[in-house]
């Protein structure tokens, strides 16, 4: 990639004089790493102290009131002008024939670019979720384990199951683990911290990677250009998940990176490794994604390119470096699986929507962002002889061959959940996009801007195209709330772990979940040494009782023999209508697992003729839905003695007497 820093050899002195000026944008390594640091550390503090101002106030919920809506607007206005506007005086700068910037204006600048993800972040999602405790889609479908996961992560320093007792985990807990540091350092619950530090680390994703753009491009304005759309594409499309958010926002950089790396420098080889490790305790379909269809394939293609070895050998490097740092996450389950008796069951591929089946085409979009991936394509087609610009083209290509083979999979009963990565494809065409507007402005429409224009006619050219992407940004920005509409409509109807709706109608039966944890904790019981039996999943992602099954097949641990204990389940509710009391405890210990402390029935204690139920989830790919619950019915009478029952709302609850 040839840096917009960078003047063409064949350039007139005059268009030389200008795109030089952009070498005063370039940043030492030692710089970069600086400028990472801080904004790290800016970006998160801003961010947290943006959440508890938000929750300051008494704003109303978005889905009944457009106030918040109007306000999130204003917000992502202000910050986007303010980016637009301090980038384009750093351009004028260069238009000066001293090139004199005062001191507080360049340490302004800075800060207000690098932390301008941060503020978007605020103003976009932040804002619209103030009057919530819940972060995008409250706690429905994923959202219950993924908050399930936290709320373990807080209670536990370790390396736990989100669900199942004395089990490591096999969903990677870097995220999580992170994110109940804060919750244990805030003092608050782990389903009510997923909120702000959803918002940290998608707003410090960002703020980190404007340096890191400064310094591949040797511009701040264009790396700015570069995050700014990164993380307005991030939010629109991909921040209901935000540990595998964090992890594609940097997946356009390490492609560049990569490319510097298998060209032989040191230090870009220690970043794709970095890269690669973090993410592999991050989402390991991303680090998988990003290892072998973006650093794989750039770095077999650039030693075909050059003839030589050497790409490879580095890949060794970055492979041993990166699994090194991945086994601090993954060692304790790997060690479990090598010395585990009984079969791995897993079906977390068992998923194909619609989006799964279809190739990702975002420069066919008529949109703002339709435009900046159809300028990167064209940009990339027509830059492919540079190694950089090459390596964006070779990683769409390989997410494309990802896709496919996602597809051809089904022949064989998995996928490879391509559709997850549409947010990529986007970001490497936007990204691209960016570059290639970046190009026009300081290389010039074939020697006609800026070269052979007067400065004062360059300054309002770059005036006009400063307001103009200004004006588009805010255009695509404001619509982040509308586009994450439902999402953040679930947040405010979703009952929390209060037992509160945040648009403050009446909440559903998940409001008696107080009651029945007092009730289990007044027989004796702690959440984190109780194993319950329930179907209940969000009351497990607000307290962190053991459960005796995962949910679905789909996020259990595979360990965890998913399918054998929802056999064991129905087996104990058969029996139970040809069993006594005594028989039934016998039958609850006698099982390879613990058994339940503690069962979450729907049920009435007034008239037990029915039965208590619990509902058993099957997967039932390639169906879509992929998932099949039926319901099984325990006899009431086998809880007469030695259990205490409880009748709260819906439930029945029934606790082993200690």
């Known amino acids: 990639m040839t840096s917009p820093a960078t003047p063409s050899h064949t350039a007139p002195v005059s268009e030389q004089k200008h795109t030089t000026a952009y070498h005063a944008d370039a940043l030492s390594h030692r710089s970069t790493l600086l400028g990472i640091l801080f904004a790290a550390l800016g970006g998160g503090i801003v961010t947290l102290l943006g959440w508890y101002a938000f929750k300051a106030v008494s704003l109303p919920s978005f889905n009944t009131s457009m106030v918040t809506r109007a306000l999130s607007t204003v917000g992502v206005t202000i910050t986007l002008v303010l980016a637009s506007g301090f980038s384009a005086w750093w351009i004028y700068d260069h238009y000066n024939e001293t090139f004199s910037r005062p001191r507080w204006r360049t340490w302004v600048t800075y800060a207000v670019t690098y932390l301008s993800p941060a503020f978007l972040t605020l103003a976009s999602i932040g804002l619209p979720l103030s009057a919530s405790r819940l972060w995008l889609d409250g706690v429905q479908v994923d959202q219950a384990f993924r908050t399930q996961f936290l709320t373990r992560s807080v209670d536990q320093m370790g390396y736990a199951d989100m669900n199942f007792l004395d089990m490591p985990t096999f969903y990677p807990l870097g995220w999580f683990w992170l994110g109940g540091r804060l919750g244990s350092l805030l003092g608050i619950p782990g389903w009510e911290v997923y909120q702000p530090w959803a918002l940290i680390s998608i707003a410090v994703a960002g703020c980190i990677l404007v340096p890191i753009w400064q310094h591949l491009t040797k511009s701040l304005p264009v790396g ?35 490319a510097r790396a298998f060209q032989g420098s040191h230090l870009s080889t220690l970043a794709v490794a970095l890269y690669l490790g973090i993410s592999a305790t991050f989402y390991t379909l991303f680090t ?9 394939l750039i770095a077999v293609i650039t030693a075909f390119y050059e003839r030589t070895w050497r790409p490879l050998v580095r890949l060794i490097i ?13 060692a304790p389950y790997l060690w479990s699986v090598l010395h585990s008796t009984a079969p791995l069951q897993t079906t977390a591929q068992h998923y194909l929507p619609e989006e799964g089946t279809q190739i990702p085409v975002p420069f066919l979009s008529m949109s703002i962002v339709g435009f900046l991936c159809l300028a990167g394509l064209i940009f990339i087609v027509t830059r492919l002889r540079d190694a950089e610009v090459r390596a964006l083209g070779l990683s769409i290509i390989g997410i494309y061959l990802w896709t496919v083979l996602s597809m051809v999979m089904t022949l064989v009963g998995t996928t490879l959940l391509s559709f997850r990565l549409e947010v990529i494809v986007v970001l490497l065409f936007a990204t691209a996009g960016i570059l290639a507007l970046a190009e026009v402005r300081t290389a010039g429409i074939h020697r006609l801007y800026p070269a052979s224009f007067s400065p004062a006619a360059n300054k309002r050219i770059t005036a006009v195209l400063s307001i103009f992407l200004a004006l588009t940004g805010v255009y695509y920005a404001q619509q982040i709330p509308e586009a994450n509409e439902d999402a953040i409509d679930h947040a405010y109807s979703d009952t929390d772990g209060y037992g509160e709706r945040a648009d403050r109608f009446s909440s559903d039966s998940a409001h008696y979940y107080l009651d029945i944890h007092n009730f289990i904790q007044d027989q004796g019981y702690k959440a984190n040494e109780t194993v319950v039996l329930t179907d209940e999943k969000t009351f497990m992602a607000y307290y962190p009782y053991w459960g ?49 402390d503690a069962l979450i029935f729907r049920g009435d204690l007034d008239n037990k003729e029915d039965g208590f139920k619990v509902h058993l989830a099957e997967d039932i790919y390639p169906n879509q839905p992929n998932i099949r619950y039926r319901a099984v019915f325990f006899n009431p009478e086998v809880f007469a003695q030695g259990w205490e029952l409880e009748q709260t709302g819906p439930f029945v609850t029934a606790v082993r007497t200690k």
């Open 548 to 596: 005796f099954n995962a949910f679905t097949s789909h996020y259990a641990n595979p360990l965890g023999e998913f399918k054998h204990r929802n056999d064991q389940i129905e087996a104990w509710a058969d029996e139970s209508w040809d069993s006594t009391p005594a028989e039934f405890q016998k039958s609850l210990d006698s099982a390879p697992w613990r058994g339940p």
């Open 288 to 296: 998988g994604a990003a290892a072998l269809t973006v650093v794989s």
């Open 318 to 330: 970055i492979a041993v470096i990166s699994i090194a740092i991945a086994l601090i996450a993954w």
């Open 224 to 258: 700015t250009a570069i995050v700014l759309t990164t993380t307005a594409v991030t939010l629109t499309i991909a921040a209901e998940e935000p540990y595998s958010a964090v992890i594609a926002m940097g997946i356009p950089a390490i492609a560049v990176l990569s």
